[in-house]
């Protein structure tokens, strides 16, 4: 990554001679009117074995497929797509209009020329599905009973955040899923969408009412098992899955909530917070357990190819996600991946995001909360001003191996959360990372599995106890648990938690 030190220094360059050279995780940029990045090669086989974190169980760590695979693989189009109405508020002829539609490919690089250029296709690969009518389906978002039932929202705009309509063949309108649109908007109180910012996407509850009206037992216990699969583990987390019917496996994804994810990797028992993209650009690691490094554009890039599909395809010991598909590791060219430069571009878009204006403002409540947040020691780990000092602690239960002190940025001191998600999962590293505190304004719910919805419940001490009914993520049947550890801010009077959660706010 960049530091502010080079980026000043380019700056200083630029004004001299009206042109920058901007240093840029290993990569040469030319500004001005004109932008012609070097863009670097994702599927990079010295890169690709360095950027992961070893799992908690060293010998399943990951192999992944060799560059020659990689490239052979078709590359997306980046579809052109459309935004869906409420029942009955579509614009007269509209419906209509969209079956008229050709396929249209909007992203093209030769047509890119300045970075602005590249930021704004970038965007359109943020928002490009790479699956259509999976978790919601094109007859199902034209029906009444569906939008009653999943509760979708409708956003200031008038449409339906977090899905779009796509058009692949004159004719005939999908609904496209899988876009980073699809989990990482955020639909604000006031009706707003926030692009980037922790998402509050509904694709659980719809994925929950696909499986009990589209999906044979078969196919719903496949997908947990490609999704989630982590058979080196003993006990396996997924032991009860063969037994399992739709409406059980439907009910675990519909225990989770708004601003929670079972993403592929994770486990629908032990989902993950989905993250806020703004502000990336400065961490050091990505995911709650730290599994990808991030030193440079390329790593971003990696990581978006990784988890947009390559990941299905690796080697974890001798289990591979896909093949519980297949049978077997299928041809490269029926798989799909993304290009260099839409890679490059996506990642300038993300690099792009802004917070928006914050309506907190740091006053003498928020003053007395920095002092509390500054006496509890919050600081040597959310160190200002990134509020993170972008380490990663043990689990609970995880011993350091001593080569990672070396390796990588490690306080090997225990936070005593959970330990599932690190320990008993695919992306299981045996760490959490320290989380940014930028943000948690607009954002929520809490800890690595979203367990608390608000930062007031995030420093009720009542939340360690057994009896407590967590206001997040709780799992499916479960009436009460404690959300336990970081123990950090527990015993506050009111009045300085008040101020506390107050300055937390301003961030
Ligand atoms: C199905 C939902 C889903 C989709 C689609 C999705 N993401 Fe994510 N994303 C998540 C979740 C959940 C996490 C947290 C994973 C974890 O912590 O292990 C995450 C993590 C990330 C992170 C790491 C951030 C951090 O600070 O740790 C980045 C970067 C990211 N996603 C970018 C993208 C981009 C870009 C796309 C589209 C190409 C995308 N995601 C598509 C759900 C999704
Ligand atoms: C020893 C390091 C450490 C200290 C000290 C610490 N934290 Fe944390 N904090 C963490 C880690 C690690 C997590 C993530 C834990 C998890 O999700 O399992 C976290 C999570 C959080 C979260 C939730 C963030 C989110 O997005 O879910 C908040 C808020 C927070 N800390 C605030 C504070 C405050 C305020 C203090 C001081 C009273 C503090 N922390 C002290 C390491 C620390």
């Known amino acids: 990554m960049d530091t502010k030190r080079t980026r000043q220094l380019a700056l200083a360059f630029f004004a001299l001679v009206g042109f920058s050279v901007l240093i840029n995780g290993g990569q040469t940029q030319k500004s001005g009117s004109a932008f012609s990045p070097m863009i670097p090669k994702t599927w990079d086989d010295e890169a690709i074995p ?32 459309y935004p869906i109405y409420p029942i009955g508020k579509e614009p007269p002829g509209y419906w209509e209009w969209l079956n008229q539609q050709e396929p249209q490919d909007v992203f093209d690089a030769a047509k890119l020329k300045t970075k602005g250029d590249w930021v704004k296709a970038g965007e359109l690969v943020y928002q490009a599905p790479i699956a ?34 796509v058009i692949r063949a004159r004719g005939k309108v999908e609904v496209g899923d899988l876009s980073c649109w699809n989990c990482h908007n955020r639909l604000m109180p006031d009706g ?9 996407s509904i694709n659980e509850l719809t994925d929950a009412y696909k499986k009990r009206t589209r999906d044979p037992v078969e196919k719903a216990r496949r997908a947990e098992r490609v999704l989630f699969a982590a058979p080196w583990l003993r006990p396996d987390p997924q032991a009860r899955l063969a037994q399992m019917t739709v409406e059980e496996i439907a009910g675990i994804h519909e225990a989770i909530p708004p601003g929670v994810n079972a993403r592929r990797g994770t486990s629908s028992s032990f989902p993950v917070q989905i993250p806020d993209l703004i502000g990336v650009k400065d961490r050091r690691y990505l995911d709650h ?9 390329g790593e971003l890039m990696r990581y978006d190819a990784l988890n947009q599909g390559a990941e299905f395809l690796a080697r974890y010991g001798d289990f591979t996600p896909i093949t519980v598909l297949s049978g077997k590791v299928p041809e490269p060219e029926t798989q799909q ?18 917070p928006p204006p914050n309506p907190n403002k740091f006053d003498g409540l928020a003053e007395r909360g920095q ?22 602690t043990p689990a609970e239960g995880f011993k350091v191996p001593e080569e990672h002190l070396k ?10 959360t959970d330990p599932s998600l690190a320990l008993r999962t695919r992306r299981g590293t045996g760490y959490y990372k320290v989380p940014s505190l930028k ?64 300055f937390l706010k301003t961030l």
């Open 407 to 416: 390796k990588y940025d490690i306080l090997p001191m225990s936070v005593g």
């Open 337 to 354: 991946r993304y290009s260099d430069e839409q890679l490059y571009a996506l990642a300038l878009y993300i690099y792009s995001l802004k």
């Open 289 to 297: 357990t730290g599994l990808e490094q991030h030193r440079s554009t």
């Open 192 to 200: 707003t969408v926030i692009q980037g910012a922790q998402g509050n």
């Open 50 to 81: 360095n950027l992961e974190v070893p799992l908690a169980e060293p010998d399943a760590s990951p192999v992944h497929v060799s560059s020659t695979y990689y490239y052979r693989m078709r590359v997306r189009p980046i579809y052109k797509t």
């Open 439 to 502: 943000g948690v304004w607009y954002r929520g719910p809490f800890e690595h599995m979203g367990s608390v919805a608000t930062l007031e419940d995030w420093f009720d001490p009542r939340r360690l106890r057994d009896d407590y009914v967590p206001t997040g993520f709780r799992g499916v049947g479960v009436k009460t648990r404690a959300v336990k550890g970081h123990p950090f801010g527990l015993n506050l009077s009111v009045e300085d938690r008040k101020a506390l959660i107050a």
């Open 132 to 165: 259509f009518d999976g978790t919601a389906s094109t007859s199902e978002v034209r029906d009444p009973a569906w939008w009653a039932k999943v509760g979708a929202p409708v956003a200031k705009d008038g449409t339906l955040p977090f899905y779009r309509y």
């Open 371 to 392: 002092r509390v947040f500054q006496g509890e020691g919050c600081a040597g780990c959310h160190t200002p001003p990134l509020y993170t000092n972008n380490k990663l």
